[in-house]
């Protein structure tokens, strides 16, 4: 396997894990009251969006070949920082 496959298969796994995260917190907004409700559902749309730009990226790194993929490594390590950063914030929120 090359470094570009562990690279994808690195960044697929995490978003399985942060998807399971916030499918959490949407359970959650099922038990609260309807502003925690209404909380979580926007911290949800704003993952999710999140989610999105990082599943683009991952795309975009799977389409190219050779070392080309590189370049768009630093691209998606900020995609990435930010998805961390967003559901480690929305975990903590809503505990």
């Known amino acids: ?37 209404i909380a979580i559902h926007k911290e949800v749309e704003i993952l999710n969006k999140k989610m999105q730009e990082a599943q683009k990226k991952l795309q975009e790194i799977g389409q190219k070949t050779g070392n080309a993929w590189e370049s768009l490594a630093d691209g998606a390590n900020k995609a990435w920082n930010d998805l961390r950063e967003a559901v480690h914030q929305a975990g903590e929120k809503f505990k």
């Open 1 to 37: 396997m090359g470094k570009r496959e562990e690279y994808i298969d690195k960044l697929a796994a995490q978003l399985k894990v942060w998807s399971a995260e916030i499918d959490v917190l949407k359970a959650k907004a099922g038990k609260g009251t309807v502003e925690a409700k």
